[in-house]
């Protein structure tokens, strides 16, 4: 009986731990703080980056330091320049990494960023994972469901926006 459940939960583990967001959900038209939760490295390798794809629709972010880690912030131009909370904003965040621990396979540890939600109430974001260890291993988060895989195995994060 003990082998069956170890054998159940070694099986079940993949699908619980990806990388997820919490909260969940946040109003649309907000400054919202989300965190990248990150539950195991790859394969027992420890984790030494997380890189996060943000989407259109995203035009302010602001990674929270880690200490033992570096951080870079990668832009993209907007079409149309948009009101800021300091004037008007030209370019908008694209990816955001955090590079260094390392995390110990075995740890937890939470990416935070805070963010301007787009007014978008009823929609879901998603943010594409990629999840880079030790020795080379690496774990790419960025499927989304489909019709015919409404649970994929390596799941991009979610967003959804509530009403204001």
Not at 26 to 55: D, K, M, Q, W
Not at 82 to 103: D, M, N, Q, T
Not at 143 to 157: G, I, M, N, V
Request: one cysteine or more; hydrophobic letters at 45%; glycine letters at 10%.
């Amino acid at each position: 009986m003990k082998r069956i459940l170890t054998l159940l939960l070694a099986l079940a583990t993949p699908a619980a731990a990806h990388v997820t967001i919490a909260p969940p959900e946040v109003p649309a038209n907000s400054y919202a703080r989300l965190a990248f939760r990150v539950g195991h490295g790859c394969a027992g390798a420890a984790t030494i980056a997380i890189e996060v794809a943000l989407p259109e629709g995203i035009t302010m972010a602001r990674p929270m330091p880690k200490p033992g880690w570096e951080i870079a912030i990668e832009t993209r131009p907007l079409p149309r320049p948009v009101s800021g909370g300091h004037g008007l904003v030209r370019e908008a965040p694209s990816g955001i990494a955090w590079r260094g621990g390392p995390l110990p396979d075995a740890h937890y540890e939470e990416f935070v960023l805070l963010i301007r939600a787009p007014d978008m109430a009823g929609a879901t974001l998603s943010f594409p994972v990629m999840q880079r260890c030790e020795g080379g291993a690496q774990h790419a988060w960025i499927e989304l469901p489909t019709a015919e895989q409404s649970r994929p195995r390596s799941p991009a994060a979610t967003l959804r926006l509530g009403a204001r």
